[in-house]
């Protein structure tokens, strides 16, 4: 049973407009939540991050909103670039064995920005 | 700088043979992790060491074995590989495992196919 979910496994936007990635999840245990983007053949790397105590964190381009009350959280893009074309991953951090955090991801979202 | 590396890039076992899946860091992270990344499954938790001289199981530890060597590396061996293992293998470290907002960096991975 998927605790992280992002519901579609691909997106296709175009170069200058917005991309929207969306990530649900069931457990209201957690209590932060990153983003992540994978490129092929190499690993994800972290792109931003979220307290569940904010509803809003922004990087440059990048925007996560979180909205508890429907345990949906979702990554804007703007503006989108080809470069942005990639995989990203929605994680959740949840405590594990005592003070130990573990990270439930979803399955991914992948973005293709076109020219 | 290199980050976390991983060896090997790329390997073919046959059912029953072992084999042993290198990961070092260089960032002086305290915590190490083995991921497994199948289709439709996202990335599961293998085995992870939250400081040098520990580890502890994941999600899914059946099958695997793992040595924290010294602090930069962090090995995972497979005694008798099954085609179930047939894998994208990512390794990861972060500064401190425990903390809420400790982020974790990747390796490039390993895709390992068990015939």
């Known amino acids: 049973d998927q605790q992280v979910k992002q519901n579609s496994p691909s997106l296709s936007v175009q170069e200058g407009r917005i991309s929207i990635l969306n990530c649900d999840y069931t457990?209201?245990?957690?209590?932060?939540f990153l983003w992540y983007k994978k490129y092929p053949a190499e690993g994800p790397t972290f792109l931003i991050s979220i307290s569940s105590i904010k509803d809003k964190n922004e990087d440059g381009r990048f925007t996560v909103f979180l909205n508890k009350s429907a345990k949906h959280l979702s990554l804007h893009i703007v503006p989108s670039q080809p470069g942005d074309s990639a995989v990203y991953f929605c994680a959740a951090s949840a405590r594990w064995a005592g003070n130990n955090r573990k990270l439930i991801w979803g399955l991914g979202t992948s973005l293709g920005v076109n020219p | 700088n290199a980050g976390v590396t991983q060896t090997p890039k790329f390997q073919v076992l046959k059912t029953g043979q072992s084999m042993t899946l290198q990961c070092a860091q260089d960032m002086n992270h305290n915590s190490m992790y083995w991921y497994r990344q199948d289709p439709g499954m996202g990335l599961r938790l293998i085995y992870y060491s939250a400081s040098e001289g520990t580890t502890d199981k994941g999600e899914v530890p059946n099958g695997y074995n793992v040595s924290r060597l010294n602090k930069r590396e962090f090995s995972l061996r497979l005694e008798s590989a099954a085609p179930s293992q047939t894998s994208v293998y990512f390794c990861?470290?972060?500064?401190?495992?425990?903390?809420?907002?400790?982020?974790?960096?990747f390796g490039p991975g390993t895709r390992l196919t068990v015939l």
């Open positions: 990861a470290s972060s500064p401190k495992g425990g903390g809420i907002t400790d982020t974790q960096y």
């Open positions: 457990n209201s245990m957690f209590d932060y």
